[in-house]
C-alpha cells in the first residue's frame, strides 16, 4: 500500500540545522502553522508581504492559511511549485520556509520566503532558518540561483538577506495595500556569494523531492 509520502515526497522532507528542524508541511503541521498565524505575525499598521494576506479576521486567517497550503499540494508540479516548510524548535512550531519556482528543470531558480511568529522575532532564528533552506536548495535540491524581494520599509528581512549572501537587484513600485505603493527591493544568491553556517545541516527525504521537481534523485 501506497504511504503518504510516497504520493506527496515533500512530506518526508527533515532538515536538522543545529537546534532548529524544518519538515514538509502534512495537515498537523498545518494547524499548529494555522494556530501560530492567529497569534500574530507583524504589528497590524505595517504590512511586509506582497498579497496582505495576514489582514484577514481573526479565524479567517487560518481558514485561509490552510487552503493556500493545500491548494499549492494539489497543484504541485516542477513546472510550477511551492515547497514549504514548517520551521520547528523545541517542539514547537515556530514559522515556515519556502520556495516558490516555475519551470525550475529549465531554470533551476526559485523566490524563497518565510514568517515567523512574532514571540520568536529577533533572536536569529530567521538568519538560521534561511541559511538552512538555501543550503537545502543549493547542496541537495539542484538549486543554481536562489531570489528574494523585500520592501524597503522592512530592515529585518531585507538584514536577513544581507547576512545570508543575497545582493540586490531591481527596485519594483508595487501596489501593497488598497491604494498603497510601496518600493519592493529584489534580491538574487548564487552558491558563490552564499554565507554558510558553519555547521552543516542534515537532511532526510531530499532524493525523493529532487525526482518530484523533475531532476535525478541522485545529486
Known amino acids: 500500500m501506497s504511504t503518504l509520502v510516497d504520493l506527496f515526497p515533500p512530506f518526508g ?3 536538522r540545522a543545529g537546534s532548529l528542524e524544518m519538515r514538509g508541511l502534512t495537515d498537523e503541521l498545518i494547524l499548529e502553522l494555522c494556530d ?3 497569534k500574530g505575525i507583524h504589528d497590524p499598521a505595517e504590512m511586509p508581504f506582497y498579497f496582505p494576506w495576514t489582514a484577514a479576521p481573526a479565524g479567517e486567517l487560518a ?7 493545500w491548494g499549492k499540494r494539489s497543484t504541485f508540479s516542477p513546472d510550477d511549485f511551492c515547497l514549504d516548510l514548517a520551521v520547528i524548535l523545541d517542539g514547537r512550531v515556530i514559522g515556515a520556509q519556502g520556495v516558490a519556482a516555475k ?18 522575532q529577533g533572536r536569529g532564528l530567521g538568519t538560521a532558518m534561511r ?22 520599509d522592512n530592515p529585518a528581512s531585507l538584514g536577513v538577506s544581507r547576512k545570508v549572501g543575497y545582493r540586490p537587484t531591481a527596485v519594483s513600485r508595487i501596489k501593497r495595500r488598497e491604494g498603497e505603493m510601496a518600493l519592493n527591493q529584489g534580491l538574487v544568491l548564487t552558491p558563490e556569494t552564499f554565507v554558510r553556517d558553519t555547521e552543516p545541516i542534515r537532511v532526510t527525504g531530499a532524493e525523493a523531492v529532487r525526482s518530484f521537481i523533475g531532476l535525478d534523485a541522485v545529486a
Open 131 to 152: 541559511r538552512a533552506m538555501c543550503e537545502l536548495l543549493f547542496d541537495h535540491l539542484g538549486f543554481e540561483e536562489i531570489t528574494s524581494a523585500a520592501f524597503l
Open 13 to 15: 522532507l527533515h532538515v
Open 63 to 69: 481558514r485561509n492559511t490552510a487552503a493556500y497550503h
Open 36 to 38: 501560530l498565524a492567529e
Open 103 to 120: 519551470h525550475f528543470p529549465v531554470t533551476r531558480t526559485g523566490e524563497t520566503g518565510s514568517w515567523l511568529g512574532r514571540e520568536f
